[in-house]
């Protein structure tokens, strides 16, 4: 398995915060990776370390073998779309394929003649009176042109509506299904990452909570609920994610090897949605402690 | 890399052109005429110290005349030409890049932002340098006939010497130096404040200070000046002034040296026989010229009976002469050499700067 990024220790501080702390992570080549955590987890500035827009205060960062940005081959390998999807607004459609086609010796024009001509985009139209959505398209169309092997998107369709983000997010998967592409995508809405990854990372707090294939996740994780008891008496192989009580009821998302053989829980699976906010949910290092005083936590 | 460079820079270059055009136009129109009056006053058939009543008389003439206005007017121009592209060509150049997020777009594509920085410094910076001095050269093919008529020995009128602070900054090749190094100056400012318009403020704050300071502090001190003293009376067009209550003190400053035509005077005075500065007025000479008046240069060769030619000779009988210190005519191009040369290594010490602080940018 290769990794297309590999973090160890990462960490990138501005005068005395850090954005991005002891961040360790491996994501393998050929999947959308969605990478999802709360504002401030530090997903766009692992993002920018990745591209090399940003150099890491502290540890060590590879993309696809090499130090971001290391030199033009490198670069040739990654496209970017930066959070606010910025083009050049005094410059037209057309200009801005000319300067993807001077400045990237594996431009695909052809593969960005027809996005344009699919979007309908005006090839004289200046980039500065496109909408946000054609905007992105054109970033995106830029990024794909340059024919890399792995695609990085922040946060592309935050500043969408949602027909936009929907047209945006199916002219990406069109192209990594034709081309052999890994994406790796932020996003702070899960339904956006349901539909386009199968693979999930979640950042919180600068830290990797869970990574993996979106499938095994699903087939690992179950919602259980029954009466009420200790989640500290389940067997072993059965991590507690999340717990809510009441005073009669207990439930509970858990991480398990096996199936849930305990008649006492009702089990169902999980949506991608539920995992994602049960690892953001909770709260790291404190988990163990608020499981011995048990009380009626929500 | 280049063709980029180009395509971005074409609003700004398109101002260039209609800015040199206008200015040719301007000049290639009034130029001739210039140069018939020149004609005209008999300066083109003068030989040698022939030529000084003339030369006078056409400086002179020139005046408060439309060619005044079109000499103010393009050296105006010369000297805000380099502020000009400091402020619009260089801070906008990595400010607006990282204001608009497109640093993000232009940094991701397969060209390293060290690479991208050094075509656009090399075409834009080239450009910059190119237009100052088409500007400066302009000018000077303008201005030859005034230029002869300073050489020829004229002090009237429009006529400054090569070393006046005007002359010096738009003539030569110092806008070549003051281009690069205010373009430069105007990226650097952009990359550290990240901001278009505070950069521009501080480009121009730098800037202007500096071209302040260089003619005042720097220029002067470029060589090690030359020392003369003279005696008071063969001081052409200085004029002693008498102060103080009934002229009991008095100064004198030279404005020309004989047999140094052209040369910069930094600082004169008068010396007594042991080489130190007077102001006090030799007793003996008290009544001698118009006590208590100040006399000009001007007035001094038109005043009748005990006027200052009187005093001058009075000065000198008491072993009072002019001390001065001078940069000979004949430095002109080790001037205009080396004065270019500090602004283009500042523009190379600003440029080096960027490259390293590009690494850290986003």
Request: glycine fraction near 8%; proline fraction near 6%; hydrophobic fraction near 45%.
């Amino acid at each position: 398995m290769n990794a297309v990024i590999a973090a160890s220790e990462l960490g990138k501080q501005y005068r005395h915060t850090w954005a991005l702390r002891d961040c360790t992570l491996a994501i393998p080549e050929g999947h959308v990776v969605g990478l999802v955590g709360p504002n401030g987890a530090g997903k766009t500035t692992l993002l920018r370390l990745a591209t090399g827009m940003l150099a890491p205060t502290r540890g060590t960062i590879t993309v696809l073998g090499e130090r971001p940005a290391a030199g033009p081959a490198q670069l040739a390998q990654v496209g970017f779309v930066a959070q606010d999807t910025a083009v050049y607004a005094r410059l037209t459609v057309a200009d801005h394929l000319r300067l993807g086609a001077w400045l990237n010796p594996g431009w695909d024009d052809a593969l960005a003649r027809q996005r344009i001509g699919q979007l309908a985009l005006d090839p004289k139209q200046r980039a500065g009176s496109l909408s946000g959505g054609q905007r992105a398209q054109l970033a995106l169309t830029l990024a794909m042109a340059k024919r890399p092997e792995l695609l990085i998107l922040d946060e592309p369709v935050a500043s969408l509506d949602p027909l936009a983000r929907r047209e945006f997010l199916q002219g990406l998967m069109e192209t990594v299904a034709e081309q052999r592409l890994s994406v790796v995508l932020s996003s702070h809405l899960v339904a956006d990452l349901e539909r386009v990854c199968d693979y999930l990372v979640v950042l919180v707090a600068s830290r990797v909570r869970v990574a993996g294939e979106v499938s095994d996740l699903l087939a690992a994780h179950r919602r259980l609920s029954g009466p009420r008891r200790d989640p500290g008496s389940l067997p072993a192989g059965q991590e507690v994610i999340t717990e809510s009580h009441t005073d009669k009821q207990t439930s509970l998302l858990v991480r398990t090897d096996g199936p849930v053989l305990d008649p006492a829980w009702a089990v169902r699976p999980v949506s991608l949605e539920d995992l994602v906010l049960a690892y953001m949910s909770r709260t790291g290092d404190e988990a163990p402690a608020r499981r011995q005083h048990l009380g009626v936590v929500s | 890399m280049i063709r980029l460079s180009l395509l971005q820079f074409r609003i700004q270059a398109i101002i260039a052109a209609v800015t040199l055009t206008a200015f040719a136009v301007l000049l290639a129109a009034t130029g001739p005429y210039l140069a018939s009056t020149y004609a005209a006053d008999g300066l083109d058939i003068c030989h040698g110290s022939s030529c000084l009543s003339p030369a006078t008389y056409f400086t002179a003439s020139l005046a408060r005349s439309p060619y005044d206005v079109v000499f103010l007017l393009s050296t105006g121009i010369i000297l805000l030409a380099p502020a000009v592209i400091g402020l619009f060509w260089g801070a906008p150049l990595i400010a607006r890049e990282l204001e608009t997020g497109t640093a993000a777009l232009a940094w991701n594509q397969s060209v390293t932002r060290t690479r991208w920085l050094a075509v656009k410094l090399t075409v834009i910076g080239l450009t910059a340098m190119a237009v100052a001095e088409a500007l400066s050269l302009m000018q000077t093919w303008w201005a030859a006939p005034i230029s002869q008529a300073v050489a020829d020995g004229s002090g009237a009128g429009v006529a400054q010497s090569r070393f006046s602070q005007l002359n010096f900054a738009t003539h030569g090749i110092t806008p070549i130096g003051y281009a690069a190094f205010a373009f430069a100056l105007g990226v650097t400012a952009g990359a550290l404040i990240r901001r278009t318009v505070p950069a521009m403020a501080v480009t121009l704050a730098i800037f202007a200070a500096l071209q302040v300071a260089m003619p005042l502090w720097v220029r002067p001190n470029l060589a090690p000046p030359d020392r003369t003293v003279l005696p008071v009376t063969s001081l052409g067009g200085a004029g002693p002034s008498q102060t103080g209550p009934g002229g009991d003190t008095f100064s004198l400053y030279a404005l020309t040296i004989p047999g140094q035509p052209g040369a910069w005077i930094l600082s004169s005075g008068p010396v007594n026989a042991a080489g130190q500065p007077v102001s006090t007025t030799p007793v003996a000479c008290r009544s001698v010229g118009n006590a208590g008046v100040s006399v000009g240069a001007n007035e001094s060769a038109s005043l009748p009976g005990q006027g200052p030619p009187a005093f001058l000779a009075c000065l000198g009988r008491h072993g009072i002469r002019e001390a001065i210190t001078y940069q000979p005519a004949s430095r002109y191009w080790r001037f205009q050499l080396t004065e270019t040369a500090i602004y283009l290594a500042l523009a190379l010490a600003l440029a080096g700067y960027c490259f390293r602080r590009l690494g850290r940018l986003s």
